[in-house]
């Protein structure tokens, strides 16, 4: 099965159950941790590593 690999704040929504604001701190929280530029995407394996959540619990959250 084809998934997206971009992870939006929608998908921390989904995924974590937080709030829009939450969501989007841990995206940013993530994109300091990993030294990435604010125009940079989190990737799945990235909310992975950063989070500790399985790969395959975080697929099914990734519809297109």
């Known amino acids: 099965m084809i998934h997206r690999v971009v992870i939006y704040a929608k998908d921390v929504e989904n995924i974590t159950g937080k709030e829009n604001q939450a969501a989007r701190r841990l995206l940013k929280k993530i994109k300091k941790q990993l030294g990435k530029a604010p125009q940079e995407f989190v990737t799945m394996q990235d909310f992975c ?13 990734l519809k297109y």
């Open 49 to 61: 590593l950063v989070t500790g959540i399985p790969e395959e619990v975080v697929v099914p959250f």
